[in-house]
Structure formats: C-alpha cells, structure tokens
C-alpha cells in the first residue's frame, strides 16, 4: 500500500439502514479501484468488511470494518458499520474516527428507519453528511421519492441533489453532474452529453444547487444576488464550504452491483468530506485542555476506537491517529495506565487483512497488536508527553439475561470469556448481583445479547444458559418494633443459651444499616454484641419476607440475659438472628423495587401509543420535549416493566422508537404485587 500524507486521507462512516447496501458499496468501490479481482456478496459470506462468523451466520453487519480505498492519489478510509439498531456501539465508534458520514439510502424505500437514527447521530455530532441513493437499477426505484423522503422525515431543507439519474430500474444507465452539466454513462463513467429529454429538468435542478453554493459564502451569494453567473469552480468551493460546515447535504445516486455512479461519488468524497486536518478534536495535554489538529508535527495522540480479542493474533486494536505519528519499534504509552511498550506489529488493515506498516500518520488509522491493557477509548501517546483524547459516550445497556454456565467447566472459564466479550464492546456489560444472587448479561437488545451468547461459545468455548433476570428488590421497614427472643439448647454436655431483646428503627433513605446498644447493668456482657451483630449480619443479605437485602434499618439491643456457663458465641449469633426477624416482621416490612427515568425519543405519530403504554407499566410522566420532527417523553417506570421494553418499544413504533434508561430511586412496590412476589418466595424456599 502506498504512503499517503495528512491531506490525502478521508476517513468516511458507511451508515444508513440494514440492508440499504453499505457492504456491498464498499465491496464495489473495491473491486472498482482494482483492490480485489471479483466482487463479493454479502449473502454469501464473501464481502470483504463481513468476515466475522456471526455476520456469514446471520446475513448481516455485526463489527465495524475498516475499508481503505485508494482512488487518484488519495486514501478514502470507509468504515462500514453496521445497520441494525442494537449494534449502535460499532457506529459510535466509527463516527469517533471519521471526519463525516455517507449515507447509503435504498433507491425503492427511502428514508427507513436506520436512516433516521444515522442521521439524527450526524447532526448530533456536527459532522458533514453525504447520501448515496443505492440500487437505482431495481424495480421500481424512485429518486425524487427518495429526496423527498429524506426532506419530509428528518426535517431538513438542505439535503441537496448534486446528480440526477439517466433512467430508473432495468434503463438505468448513468447519472448526470448538476455542477458541470454533464452525463457520464455507464460503470465506466463516460462522459456524454445531457438527454434531451432531461435537459431541462437538469437545469431547473442546478438552480437549487447553485443557490444553496451562493448561501454558504457571504462573497458568492453577493455576487449571486447582483445576477453574475457563477463558476464551476466557485459554485464547487460554495458547496465545500456548505458541507464542511453540516448547512448542506449532498445527494449521489448509482447502484452498487451495476457500478454505475461509483466513480463520482468517490470524486465527492474527495472534494467534499473535509481532510482529517481540516476538522480537530478536543482532549486533554497534562491538566490542560487541548486540542488535537491531525497534524504530523503535533503530539503524538492515538485513539482505540476498536478492540477485537483473536484466537491467533491476539488483541487487536483499531488505532486512529488524531496528532503526530506512530512507528513500529517506537516507544508509546498509554495515556490511561501510563504504561509503556514497544510497539512491535504495526498495520494497515482491510477487513480482516493486515499489512505490515512502518508508521501511521496523522489522520490515518491501522491495527497495533498484541498490547495487552489497551482497551477501547484509550489513547496512545510519547511516554515523556502524556495526552488524552476525548473518548466517545456510549449508551447505557437496555436489555438483560441470566446466564448460567452449562457444566463445571464453562464456569470455570465464564469469567474471562465475560471479560473478552465486554472489552470488545463498550456497550456491553456484566455484573454479579448479590441481591438476587445472578451473573447478568446487559446489552442494547434481544439480538445484541444473543450475539455475544454465540461468541462465547465460539470464540472463548463457553457454553451458559439464560434466562430472564430477577429484579433487585430490596427489603426495609416503615415503623419501629420490638421483639425478644431466647436460645435454649441443652444435649447432655455444654448447653446454649443467649436471651436478646431488640427494637429496629427504620432509617432514612440511603441510611444503611446500624448497630447499637442500650443495654445498661451488665445483662448482656459487651463480648456478646459482635456476635448479635453477626447474627444479623447474616439475615442482612438474604432478607426476611422475600429474600432481597435489607436496606436502611437501625438495630437496637435493649436488654438481655446470659448464662454463667451456656452462653457463647454461637448462641448469640442465633438468637441475634432470630429476634431480628421477629422485630422486622413485626415492622411493617416494605418491599422496595429499582425506579428508572425513561427517556423515549419517537416519531409523533407513536406518541399516544407511548403514554398509553406508560399508564400499563405504572409510569409516570415526567415530561415531554420536541427535538426536530420527534418527541422526546420522560417517565418514571419501576424496572420491573421494562425488563423487555426494546422489544415492545420496536412493535409499537415500527422500529423508530429509541430509548435509554437511568437508574433513579427505589420505591415501596404496591401492596398486591408485593404479596405475589412474597407468595413466591415461600413457595420456592419450600422447594428447596
């Protein structure tokens, strides 16, 4: 591969929809540019950016792929992420390291619902947008529809067509450039006059482009307003301008597999996607804020924005240069640990390809090796210059199971096979919960989740069962109550005894649990109280009524006897343990259950669907906001509701609904519920 300079790289997200095409685009551009002999398919397993097992299992993208294009002297670096929603870590992580996205749009359906949330994300983040309207040579493909379903549902006037097709469907032969008012036919972009019969459509939509070149320059709209025609090359500086700074979004047509339009669109990308100096990031240099230009002579800063844990390599991190440079054998540190190493296998990467590189500049991106504490979102850096770039935000887990390992085998290496899946992806996690006594898988959806089941068997040899998780209730009391309890225990040698009588106090809100004597005149020798409190302790965390932990509650031993001989240790314990369970049933015992703040962002058609759903799960409405065409509704749900809300939120909504939850307070649950879930407990206490 050749040496390209700062100014010669783009790096660009393949975003849009599942399905719209983005892996069979990158494939195309491929084999266009002579990098591979035949192009792939996407059904079969043979793309370039699909080579993950899952993805060939599955028909679809899973992992982000870096693709890097050279096309006239310049390196175009497509990272294909994937389309469906419950892999939004992978575009995250892909829009981290690129200075813009394209948009693949399907020429028959138009704007979908992936589009939205490409898009939505785009803007979000300020960076420049590019559509490519694929497929234009299937039945019944429609570019005006398309422009027009892109205008109506994301709310933006901008969205500027820079071509226009020659022919739709099994007649689609070519495209036409709006800027230099010519054809160019076929896969091999010959250039032609404009159809007659297009002429004037052409040139009515060159007055839109030409206008919207003149608003994005305060000297070309003057000049615009006062009736001087505008240059070629103005109207293209115009529309740099516009696009550098997200005021417009251009729109390219063609189709992947026929190779129509492909050349152009790559001719876009260069003009029109800013240079990785042109756009800079913010960090950190010391205590200092600092930002990072992707200039060659600056510090050295590179970002891990992909981590990939390979049964053969290793640990494979996706490095995005951001400032200076880095080379084999070098020296680097890492900026989260301040650990250095030597970097000992530096490449290029193509979808699953390495190639052995001597050094990465800045602006470009490449694969460093087994390094083993780099994770995702940690920067490189010189040892004697400690800097940070500014690592993205990833949501928070919406969809949970219980896993359990199927021998004692896996459970042995279940641990570590959670550790390499979670490092992989920062949207996903695991925890042991204590209160409900289970290993909990989060991700972002059902197939997220099932995704991740799937590689530990196949990449680590763990095999787990699931199911769904238990709620982390937790027990207190609402008054205060006392009780006395004796242990009495004679078997013909050493007997046991201990007499304890005890008052708990509820506490207030995130008060914890306490200890504490009253008792006066030596009824209960002070040896004695450790062991009460253990005997407690031990009822603590596996509760009284339900079997949750017990939460803000104050003990009190208030008067007591022992024995001269029979009272010990163990005897303590026990009765510590037992007249804790009186008082606290005799306390009013509550039941408290997990209250989290749900923000869903839909459509506004869905919104009576959302409220109405929100009254069936004992919600309560917080709020509601308008953020572009959509609405944003906040609500207070009890978590024990929302255990499988991504997959509710997906039916109600036609996939457009999105949400994120946020752990907020507990809350006593309603009385009728509580009882059920007390019911249950016994019943399988019994069991057991």
Same mark, same amino acid.
């Given at each position: ?29 491929l084999? %266009? ?35 890097p ?12 992420a ?69 205008? !109506? ?25 709006l ?20 002429q ?5 939509a ?68 800013p ?27 590179g970002?891990?924005?992909?981590t ?60 460093? !090796? ?8 940690d ?99 609402? %008054? ?53 409190? %253990? ?20 003990a ?11 009272? %010990? ?31 869903? !962002? ?20 917080l ?64 069991e057991?």
């Open positions: 591969m050749a040496k390209f300079k700062t100014d010669q790289i783009r790096n660009v997200a393949l975003l849009g929809h599942g399905g719209a095409g983005k892996s069979t685009l990158a494939e195309a551009l084999f %266009k540019t002579g990098a591979i002999s035949r192009m792939g398919r996407v059904e079969d397993g043979s793309t370039v950016s699909d080579w993950d097992a899952e993805e060939h299992r599955r028909g679809i993208s899973i992992n982000l792929a870096v693709v294009v050279e096309f006239e002297n310049l390196k175009l670096n497509l990272i294909d994937p389309g469906y929603q419950d892999f939004v870590g992978e575009v995250i992580s892909a829009l981290f390291a690129a200075e813009a996205g394209l948009v693949v749009v399907d020429a028959v359906s138009g704007c979908q619902v992936g589009t939205e949330l490409a898009y939505d994300r785009l803007r979000d983040l300020e960076k420049p947008r590019i559509v490519f309207v694929n497929r234009m040579d299937r039945e019944n493909a429609n570019f005006t529809n398309a422009v027009d379903s892109l205008r !109506t549902t994301l709310g933006d006037e901008k969205i500027v067509a820079f071509q226009i097709p020659i022919g739709s469907a099994d007649s689609f032969k070519g495209v036409i450039s800027i230099e008012m010519k054809a160019y036919m076929g896969p091999e972009g010959k250039e032609s006059p404009i159809p007659a019969d297009l004037q459509e052409a040139e009515e060159r007055i839109a482009l030409v206008e919207a070149a003149a608003e994005a320059d305060d000297e070309l709209i003057m000049k615009y307003l006062e009736g001087e025609e505008l240059t070629i090359d103005e109207v293209r500086h115009g529309l740099h301008v516009g696009v550098k700074n997200c005021a417009i979004t251009p729109v390219y047509c063609g189709t992947a597999t026929g190779g129509i339009g492909l050349e152009r669109l790559m001719q876009a990308l260069r003009r029109y996607v240079a990785p100096n042109e756009r800079s990031v913010t960090g950190t240099k010391g205590d200092a804020e600092f930002s990072f230009d992707s200039e060659v002579a600056g510090p050295v800063a970002a891990v924005f992909k990939i844990i390979d049964r053969y390599v290793g640990r494979m991190n996706y490095v995005r240069v951001f400032s200076g440079k880095i080379n084999r054998d070098a020296q680097i540190a890492n900026a989260r640990t301040g650990k250095s190493a030597r970097v000992a296998n530096l490449f290029s990467v193509r979808g699953k390809d390495l190639q052995n590189l001597d050094e990465l500049v800045a602006g470009d991106i490449g694969v460093i !090796t087994k390094m083993d504490d780099l994770v995702t979102g920067t490189l850096c010189a040892p004697e210059q400690i800097v940070k770039v500014s690592p993205p935000e990833y949501p928070r887990p919406l969809y949970s199971v219980a896993i359990t390992p199927v021998s004692q085998v896996d459970s042995g290496k279940m641990g570590p096979s959670l550790s390499g899946i979670t490092e992989e992806d920062p949207t996903m996690r695991y925890q042991t919960l204590s209160s409900t006594k289970q290993t909990v898988l989060q991700g972002m959806g059902e197939t997220h989740v099932d995704v991740a089941i799937h590689r530990m068997a196949q990449k680590f040899g763990t095999n787990v069962e699931t199911a769904v998780p238990k709620v982390p209730y937790q027990e207190t009391i609402s %008054k205060s109550a006392s009780a006395q309890y004796r242990h009495k225990k004679q078997s013909g040698g050493a007997g046991q005894f201990a007499e304890v009588h005890m008052r708990v106090d509820p506490q207030p809100t995130g008060g914890g649990y306490e200890f504490k004597s009253e008792v006066f005149g030596g009824s209960i020798s002070s040896s004695f109280f450790p062991s009460i409190e %253990k005997g407690i302790r031990a009822v603590l965390e596996n509760g009284v009524i339900a079997g949750y932990p017990v939460v803000d509650v104050k009190v031993v208030f008067d007591g006897k022992e024995h001269p001989v029979d009272s %010990k240790d163990i005897a303590f314990q026990t009765a510590g343990r037992e007249v804790f369970k009186l008082a606290f049933k005799a306390a009013n015992p509550v039941l408290l259950e997990p209250i989290y703040i749900v923000e869903v !962002t839909v459509p506004d058609e869905f919104m009576g669907d959302i409220m109405s759903d929100f009254n069936t799960r004992r919600g309560r409405v709020g509601m906001e308008q953020k572009n065409n959509r609405t944003i509704v906040r609500a207070l749900v009890p978590l024990a509701e929302i255990m499988r809300y991504s997959t509710d939120l997906r039916s109600m909504t036609q996939g457009r609904g999105i949400y994120t939850i946020e752990f907020d307070h507990y809350d006593p649950v309603p009385s009728h519920i509580a009882a059920d879930i007390i019911a249950q407990h016994k019943e399988e206490a019994t057991d």
